[in-house]
């Protein structure tokens, strides 16, 4: 409500912010939108600018009711004033965000499609070739092209995937099942299929397992699956041949903890705010080259608050290697 005080200096509310020796009178009255206050306009009188306007004037000591009333009809005003300038930066953030956005899909159409593209080229060559090279080269090299194509197609199922992952997560159709979960037992399950996988590239990693036995946690299994195949796909992506991959997990105050570590290029310090963000990925030359779409850390972060947990990056630094933490209810 709108406030006048007739003499200040006998106010027993005056604050030491707004306590001057010269002021007279005071009247404040609020700015309101939408029955909540957004400001308040106050005016005062001091010893100075009371002068009469005619020199046989009494001059005014007090506000009167007329000006408080003019001064609420210019709180009405200023209210919607600020409010539409309000509107209108709100308004401009959202497009600018939206632009934004655009720009992010844009971008992870182009890089989505050139990464299709590839496998698929390679997959249909490399059929070719071994179908018109059968009769006249051995079984091993026929089986090698073989391999090849059947890795460019699991590249291709995997983005495939993520994009449907991402879809359903983000249209709230897939339902999160909790139940206590053998950490060991996925953990291994994961390590060995992802150990098989580059096996067959003839490239040496090794990986190393060491998980508490008959560690639990409360877990949708899928899900849980999903958070270590994404990171663990990274730490191999993103690592050099022959490069160290370890996953450890143990119990805390409020769960379990699982360590995911890698020796690879490592993400650069003013990249870590932004790796759990989608279609986003490090820019630089080696992971350009390596390719991706930049959903797999999104994603991982995604399963794991849903099921109420967390992956938070712990350390990361070019050439040094990375290490993920993952932590989940008990």
């Not at 709180?75 to 300038?85: G, K, L």
């Not at 497009?95 to 844009?106: S, T």
């Not at 663990?232 to 690592?239: I, R």
């Not at 390719?291 to 050439?319: K, V």
Request: proline share 5%; aromatic share 6%.
């Amino acid at each position: 409500e709108s406030q006048r005080v007739d003499d200040y200096r006998a106010y027993p509310l005056r604050t030491g912010e707004f306590d001057d020796p010269a002021f007279r009178a005071v009247a404040a009255v609020p700015m309101q939108q939408r029955s909540q206050v957004i400001g308040v306009i106050g005016l005062v009188k001091t010893a100075e600018n009371v002068a009469p306007k005619h020199p046989d004037e009494a001059p005014p000591p007090t506000f009167s009711e007329d000006d408080i009333w003019l001064l609420e009809l210019f709180a009405v005003q200023a209210a919607h004033a600020i409010e539409n300038t309000r509107t209108y930066l709100d308004m401009e953030r959202a497009y600018q965000q939206q632009r934004a956005l655009d720009r992010q899909k844009d971008d992870f159409i182009a890089r989505a499609s050139h990464d299709l593209r590839l496998p698929l080229t390679s997959v249909v060559g490399y059929l070719d070739l071994a179908l018109e090279m059968l009769d006249d080269v051995g079984e091993g090299d026929v089986r090698h092209l073989l391999q090849t194509a059947a890795d460019e197609a699991q590249r291709m199922k995997e983005l495939l995937d993520q994009l449907l992952e991402q879809a359903q997560l983000e249209d709230g159709k897939r339902e999160v099942h909790l139940a206590p979960v053998d950490i060991e037992a996925v953990v291994t399950e994961v390590v060995e299929a992802r150990r098989k996988q580059v096996a067959l590239h003839g490239t040496p990693y090794h990986f190393t397992v060491a998980v508490a036995p008959g560690l639990t946690a409360m877990a949708d299994l899928a899900r849980l699956k999903e958070i270590l195949e994404n990171v663990l796909s990274n730490a191999v992506k993103y690592s050099p041949k022959g490069g160290q991959i370890a996953v450890e997990a143990h119990a805390t105050g409020e769960g379990v903890e699982m360590r995911i570590s890698d020796n690879g290029i490592g993400i650069p310090p003013d990249a870590h705010g932004q790796i759990f963000e989608r279609f986003t990925r490090v820019d630089s030359p080696v992971a350009s080259a390596i390719g991706g779409t930049g959903l797999g850390l999104y994603l991982a972060r995604q399963l794991a608050e849903s099921m109420g947990g967390r992956i938070t990056l712990e350390r990361s630094a070019p050439d040094e290697g990375s290490m993920f933490l993952v932590n989940l209810p008990a």
